[in-house]
């Protein structure tokens, strides 16, 4: 069992920067691949970013590729996301999930993440 639970979020105008945290309890927390998603409103919820338990692996959606970056601290059980350069757009609810997938492209998917956390809202003002 995993519980997770999301923080770091608020309001931030455009252009500048937020770091969300997700905090993570279960001691096999290094063995699970961690993704950060996001929901807009009336959107679905799409891939953000997601890192391997050792830190080796990691993916970005395109969109935030060279602005964010994902990071890990398997001693406190943590894992970050670095977001920069924010923009409006970007606007939503934003969720950890840990899980375990079986092939690369399943990364990307939703359905590969058992655990999710309540979410943090971060709000982008122009």
């Known amino acids: 069992q995993v519980q997770l639970v999301e923080s770091g979020g608020g309001l931030v105008q455009a252009g500048n920067s937020l770091r969300l945290s997700c905090a993570a309890s279960?001691?096999?927390?290094?063995?699970?691949?961690m993704g950060w998603f996001r929901q807009a409103p009336g959107k679905e919820r799409e891939f953000v970013a997601a890192?391997?338990?050792?830190?080796?692996?990691?993916r970005y959606a395109d969109s935030v590729k060279g602005r964010f970056t994902i990071s890990r601290d398997n001693a406190k059980n943590t894992v970050y996301l670095q977001m920069n350069s924010l923009k409006s757009e970007e606007t939503a609810i934003y969720y950890c999930g840990a899980g375990r997938p079986a092939y690369a492209c399943s990364w990307y998917w939703r359905s590969s993440y058992k655990y999710w956390g309540q979410g943090t809202q971060v709000t982008v003002s122009s």
């Open positions: 890192m391997n338990g050792a830190g080796e692996t990691i």
């Open positions: 279960g001691r096999t927390f290094s063995t699970y691949v």
